[in-house]
């Protein structure tokens, strides 16, 4: 390990990640140590490109640092809990091989998709040139476990709240166990239940798995997934399956529904002629399919006229996105501690298809444009348009039209204090629609029935980076406004009633435990529909900022809900 950080020393960019990894002490407030705050994520490993790669190494760091100055009984605690990630998982999210050429741009995708796990804290890829072969490199792979078990949840009142359970390293094995449990004294199942197991990337496919069940007051719901999505531009075939059985809990229904789902679709990505220029590297068209099933197994009577949503029916979609999705690495987001990749690019894409139902058929057609961006100075902003719908004969109908912006501000200038804010506005209305779904009021903290067709969302949130150190921990205060609307036209936003939320918090973060960061929440809600007012306190970890979505996926309909 001493040869190791010694040759990992030979430059200002190594020197600083040594310090990192080996002492701790590099903090991501200081703009002397810190080369960047947001950089495309291959620009570290562009000097090198088309150099042989010799070797690749892993260097895996462990959850605590020894300089920590938590007492060493609590570390060695801690350090029985934990499991550290086998050296085989790493190593099966590498794009890059020995003995071919250097690509920065793999290397990047690398490195990002390393981060995005959820028993990884952080991920680095150090090129080492060979002395003794000017066109050869030696890479290390260099990545720090994170505490993987965990606790979250919220308290509205002493018969309303809810904890998850979670362990996101099984064994070592980067797998993912999740429990949920939902409690609200007085409903008619007063303990909703959610797990989740994931197994990502198995055998090196990049095929994930999903087997979740949840067992709410709404419905009973067991499901397996398997989905390989377009992580990079490049993986050529993405797709997903898809199993439910879903039985819905209406205690007033005379029948109690169930049905079986079943979702299926694939897709082929294709690189533009001149793939390895920088300028068309991440540009790419989308072909896809698209087959979703509903079969009842229960139900009430039914005709043409009733509800379409109770009615068995076979959806074929077919896509065509043309996409450029690139990523920037930044820190000092929502928090101390975390790296995050922000997706920016764009992606423009066309959806149509056939419904074949169990009383009549009809066709569909949608687009969606999306882009999203930095800017000098704005920040970073994304914005989506997308409108969808039915059509049987010459009407239209079950149509949705959707607008979205979002972003946050440049980070202030170095000081004691700095800042940034986040920003969103979401718009869906609805449209001839026939089946009885409908929007829920979507304010933070709140929890209602309040429902109708179309809905205004908005939110905001400053984030203050302070100099406070507690205990080692760093901290970063928040606020946050959401308010929301929900009614039958556009006219509800000028003369509907608009229901709100305010928030303040905590997020803190330890550069040597390395648990991730998370944050300690106060929510108040001045008016629920009802006319009570509601509080409530969470404890979660902090969310990750990923920006707008710019990678092709499955084609769908405009989500309704």
């Known amino acids: 390990m001493d040869s190791l950080q010694a040759k990992m020393s030979r430059s200002k960019w190594t020197r600083w990640l040594t310090d990192y990894i080996f002492l701790g002490r590099v903090h991501s407030d200081s703009a002397e140590v810190m080369p960047f705050s947001v950089v495309a994520i291959e620009t570290q490993y562009l000097p090198y490109r088309g150099c042989f790669i010799r070797k690749i190494d892993t260097a895996r760091f462990p959850v605590f640092n020894t300089e920590s100055p938590v007492p060493g009984g609590v570390l060695a605690f801690g350090d029985a809990l934990h499991v550290d990630t086998h050296e085989r998982i790493i190593r099966k999210y590498f794009l890059m091989k020995e003995g071919t050429p250097l690509d920065p741009y793999v290397l990047g995708d690398t490195e990002r998709i ?109 499901q397996i997934v398997f989905s390989r999505p377009f992580r990079t531009v490049e993986i ?64 009430g009577p039914v005709d043409e006229n009733t509800d379409r949503s109770l009615h068995n029916r076979t959806l074929m979609l077919g896509g065509l996105s043309w996409s450029t999705s690139e990523y920037r690495k930044a820190l000092l ?28 058929n009809r066709w569909y057609a949608g ?25 049987h004969g010459s009407d239209a109908e079950d149509g949705a039209v959707r607008l979205n912006v979002s972003g946050f501000s440049r980070l202030s200038p170095p000081g004691r204090y700095r800042y940034r804010f986040f920003y969103g506005v979401d718009y ?42 507690v205990f080692g921990f760093r ?53 629920v529909p009802g006319g009570a007012s509601a509080t409530e306190f969470g404890f979660s970890t902090v969310r990750e900022v990923h920006g707008g979505n710019f990678t092709p996926g499955a084609p769908e309909t405009v989500r309704f809900k």
């Open 114 to 222: 390393l981060r995005s796990t959820p028993f990884i804290q952080d991920a680095t890829i150090v090129v080492i040139p060979v002395a003794e072969r000017a066109d050869s490199v030696d890479l290390l792979v260099v990545t720090q476990d994170a505490w993987s078990l965990g606790v979250t949840g919220s308290v509205r009142t002493t018969e309303q709240y809810k904890i998850k359970l979670f362990d996101r390293n099984f064994l070592g094995l980067g797998h993912t166990i999740e429990t949920e449990f939902d409690v609200s004294r007085g409903r008619s199942q007063e303990v909703d239940f959610a797990g989740l197991y994931r197994v990502d990337n198995i055998w090196g496919s990049f095929i994930d798995s999903d087997l979740r069940y949840v067992d709410s007051h709404l419905e009973n719901r067991p």
């Open 236 to 299: 050529n075939y993405g797709g997903a399956l898809g199993v439910s059985r879903v039985e819905e809990k209406d205690a007033s229904a005379v029948v109690r529904i169930s049905y079986d789902q079943q979702d299926l679709w694939i897709g082929r990505a294709f690189r533009v002629h001149d793939a390895q220029s920088e300028e068309n590297r991440r540009k790419q068209l989308t072909v896809s399919g698209r087959v979703t099933v509903k079969d009842f197994i229960k139900r």
């Open 333 to 360: 987001l929502t928090t101390y501690g975390n790296t995050d990749d922000i997706n920016y690019g764009h992606l423009v894409s066309f959806t149509g298809g056939y419904e074949a139902g169990e009383f009549n």
């Open 367 to 391: 687009a969606r444009v999306s882009a999203g961006g930095f800017g000098k100075m704005f920040g970073y902003r994304a914005w989506l348009v997308e409108a969808g719908g039915f059509f």
């Open 428 to 469: 869906l209305a609805g449209f001839d629609r026939q089946s009885n779904d409908r929007l829920e009021l979507k304010v933070d903290a709140i929890d209602t029935d309040l429902q109708d067709n179309e809905r205004l969302a908005l939110g905001l949130e400053p984030v203050a980076f302070t100099p406070w150190r």
């Open 475 to 527: 901290c970063a205060v928040f606020g946050s406004v959401s308010v929301g609307n929900v009614g039958p036209d556009p006219d509800s936003f000028l003369r509907g009633k608009y229901y709100s939320s305010f928030g303040v918090g905590l997020r803190f973060h330890s550069d040597q435990l390395v648990f991730g960061a998370y944050e300690l929440r106060l929510a108040y809600v001045p008016s």
